[in-house]
């Protein structure tokens, strides 16, 4: 009887993974096509995850489930981390491109899948996810800062600062729009996800020697309108030329009118050399000193 209405019980969003491990428990089955997999994996499905770490809990034969499932994407929908080195190494940037998005996915409630992505990241892997034109790596880094904020990442969320970090090192990263980069450190920052400012830290490092516009600078200050440990964390973070994100974010042209614009106070913002940018030394002076920014890389 629970399989006449399988088809619409994977299309529910959000399902808990207590209740999908349930289902899957009293007999749930469901082919899934590799196409349909790999399509809801970029549309960052909410629960495609959970689904399949259910049946993989449950040690359902992934033909019970899924038909014809390429070679590369197994590991990941049995909950493994493990990867033959030859398994990836002739991979299109297509078929990496694919795993990427189904291993971000399950990477939202499963650690096993947090490794798969990290592993994409080193050698021999790596020769493979380097390949990803810009296009592509655009569309997985707005999947993994998507899924970074899903309500069932709390077990994983340490993982994705790594993930995050890893895309924004790939060679295609240079030729994102200023503007797209900008768009994903704002989206990052003011997401729901655990550690979002370390998050949106990478992001703020491709930013690192662009020009911003006014109208980006604003955009980026506004992040300070919300919960006062933004500033703290932007002030601790170190940029590759030793200075704090707060400090390069108030170095950029336009941002002390931008601050006045939208009413920020040295309060707002905490971090002394940013504070001495935008409002003057006085009010520095006033704010104190603040520990030394940190590398996180």
Sequence with gaps: MINKCSQQLLAILGVPLAAAKALVRAGLRVQITSQQLVA???????GLGVWLEAFSAAGVPLVA???????????????SSAFSDQLVQDLTPARTADLLAVALNVAASSSSAVDSVRYMFRQPAYAATAQLP???VETLLRLAVQLHGSPS???TAAGWQDIINGFCQLPAVAQLPTETVVGLAQQAVLSAGDNSVLCAAPLFWVLVGRALTAEQV????????????????????????????MAWL???PGAAAAAAGLGLTAADVQDPAAVALLFGGQAAA?????DDPICIF
């Design 40 to 46: 809801r994996a970029y549309k960052g499905f909410e």
């Design 65 to 79: 489930w899924t038909a014809e499932l390429p070679a590369e994407l197994r590991p990941v929908c049995r909950g």
């Design 134 to 136: 810009a296009a592509v």
């Design 153 to 155: 990442n709390k077990a």
């Design 218 to 245: 604003k955009g980026l200050l506004t992040l300070l309108l919300g919960p006062p440990e933004t500033a703290l964390v932007c002030g601790l973070i170190s940029l590759p030329d030793g200075r704090s994100v």
């Design 250 to 252: 108030a170095s950029q």
């Design 286 to 290: 006033a704010t104190g000193t603040a």
